[in-house]
């Protein structure tokens, strides 16, 4: 069985300040591993996904998570934060074709 | 298309109706999930089709919920006799097949239906 748990349903940072939204996980196989962004009154976009390649892993806009098995994590990062990263923000996690979601991060950028 | 469609985009019911909302994959996937998004919560898991195979409808909360899919096209989610705890965000998605050298495609998402009963 898989879990996910996103640690803070609320994060707010400065415009150029980093960005660190955590998510933990459980997972009974080897995981696959998901971040996505949703837009107001738009659907899931994929930011990135950990398939047991590289354990760190980049995707669109700047983003970027590291899995740690040993911490059972896959945070997600960005370096410097824009107002247009403002967004909630899911961690995901598979073992099969069902996904499971967290509860997602609301990300709020402030000038 | 260009991505996944679903209709209508909001639905205003009142508790009793039944309700059918609409799923356009993209063309070409054949794999096709609905999930349920309740306000400030995660996506909740609803049904699975995969192909010509039996959906998996473990998510489904209860027998008033109901989806079908027409091969590997539109899919209805239908709820019957809506309650106020329906009221959700009701998110289709679908991916390219899913198999043993590719079980984790990604998956691409709709807009979503705003379903509000009132």
């Known amino acids: 069985a898989q879990s996910v748990t996103q640690l803070g349903s609320h994060v707010s940072v400065s415009e150029g300040a980093l960005v660190l939204l955590r998510c933990n996980y459980s997972?009974?196989?080897?995981?696959?591993l998901f971040w996505y962004v949703q837009y107001p009154n738009q659907g899931l976009q994929l930011l990135l996904k950990?398939?047991?390649?590289?354990?760190l892993v980049k995707g669109i806009n700047g983003f970027e998570a590291e899995f740690k098995k040993s911490e059972t994590s896959f945070h997600l990062t960005k370096p410097s934060a824009h107002m247009s990263d403002a967004a909630e923000y899911f961690c995901?996690?598979?073992?099969?074709?069902?996904?499971?979601f967290g509860a997602g991060t609301r990300l709020f950028v402030k000038a | 298309g260009a991505g996944v469609s679903q209709s209508p985009s909001n639905k205003v019911t009142e508790k009793g109706k039944d309700v059918e909302l609409r799923c356009d994959p993209i063309?070409?996937?054949?794999?096709l999930y609905w999930y349920r998004q309740r306000l400030g919560q995660g996506l909740e898991f609803l049904i699975y089709?995969?192909?010509?195979?039996?959906?998996?409808k473990s998510g489904l909360p209860s027998d008033r919920f109901s989806a079908e899919r027409t091969g590997e096209s539109v899919s209805t989610l239908t709820i019957q006799r809506t309650q106020q705890e329906d009221s959700a965000v009701y998110l289709c998605?679908?991916?390219?097949?899913?198999?043993?050298?590719?079980?984790?495609?990604?998956?691409?998402f709709g807009p979503g239906t705003r379903l509000t009963v009132l």
């Open positions: 998605a679908s991916s390219r097949r899913t198999s043993g050298s590719s079980p984790y495609n990604e998956q691409f």
């Open positions: 997972s009974s196989v080897p995981p696959y």
């Open positions: 950990y398939t047991s390649a590289a354990t």
């Open positions: 995901a996690v598979s073992g099969g074709f069902k996904t499971i």
């Open positions: 063309s070409g996937h054949t794999a």
């Open positions: 089709f995969q192909g010509n195979s039996a959906p998996d």
